[in-house]
């Protein structure tokens, strides 16, 4: 299963970019062999509309265009479900065994995401109820995806 980051808002160079893309690049080589492939990150400019109404919409519609047809959503949201890092890779396992071929896992922008996403999405996950920095969610997520290749592999990174 091809696994995707849609991201609103653009990550800068820096050192939060360089463990970002450590993570990313170690979920990149550890997914294939337990049939999980990184298509890598695309981002999409914050919008610049007037209410935060209008630029969850603009940013919707923004993720709405690289969706095809079949393609899993999970968003990342602080109202979603909290998951053990076991959960996530099991939840992930399971996409992949049902024959899923793709998904993406979006982050949204400083407002959130629309409520139409929600409603579409397969799956909404919170890593906590506090708000992070967009450097740090992805920082984070480029960890989990990593870690969960390890625990679908058996491999000791994850600790139980």
Known sequence: MKIAVHAVGRMKSGPERELADRYFERFARSGPPVGLDFAGIAETP????????E????????????????TVLLLL??????????EFAGRL???R????????IAIGGADGH???LRDQAEFVLSLGAMTWPHQLVRIML?????????????HPYHRS
């Open 55 to 70: 630029r969850r919409r603009e940013e919707g519609r923004a993720l709405q265009n690289h969706l095809q047809a079949g």
């Open 142 to 154: 480029g960890e989990q995806l990593y870690r969960a290749t390890t625990i679908l592999a058996g």
């Open 46 to 53: 914050e919008s610049r509309a007037q209410t935060a109404t």
């Open 97 to 104: 065994d049902s024959g899923r071929k793709s998904a993406v």
């Open 93 to 95: 396992g399971l996409l």
């Open 114 to 116: 629309d409520a139409s």
């Open 77 to 86: 949201d602080e109202r979603g479900r909290n998951l053990s890092s076991d």
